[in-house]
């Protein structure tokens, strides 16, 4: 796999994540997200692109795509936690967790971001020995 396509990947695994995290939980927890019009959708799609933007933005530190597995772990893992267990129909400010939820997760992300580096880091090393 080369570069380019595992950010394809996490580019369509960062748009889809937030709707693919609420399926567990049933049909009635999805459509929380999806019976919101073009306006919701953009209003998600647009916050959700901080956290799957950093991964973007750190894999061009990267000359392996295996490096990426640490961040996405990391940070895909507490999306997944986060959208998939929030209820916004729980309280009248729910919905701001939509923009505090790809803030939070900048945090996992840098620590995978810096387990991803070391080991490009050391894979480097070892290609050049």
């Keep these: 796999m080369t570069m380019r396509n595992a950010r394809f990947i996490l580019v369509l ?6 709707y693919a ?5 049933g049909i009635g927890w999805l459509q929380q997200y999806t019976d919101t019009g073009m306006g919701g959708w953009l209003f998600l799609s647009a916050f959700n692109a901080i956290a799957w933007g950093a991964m973007l933005a750190i894999s061009f530190m990267y000359r392996r795509p295996a490096s990426l597995v640490a961040p996405c772990l990391l940070g895909f893992g507490f999306l997944a936690w986060a959208h998939g267990t ?6 009248a400010q729910a ?3 939509l923009v505090i939820i790809p803030i939070y997760a900048l945090l996992p992300i840098a620590v ?18």
């Design 86 to 91: 929030m209820d916004l129909g729980a309280d």
């Design 21 to 25: 995290a609420r399926l567990p939980r």
């Design 13 to 18: 695994v960062g748009v889809l994540l937030p």
């Design 112 to 129: 995978g971001g810096a387990i991803g580096y070391i080991v490009d880091r050391r894979w480097r090393r070892h290609d050049a020995a």
């Design 95 to 97: 919905a701001l967790a």
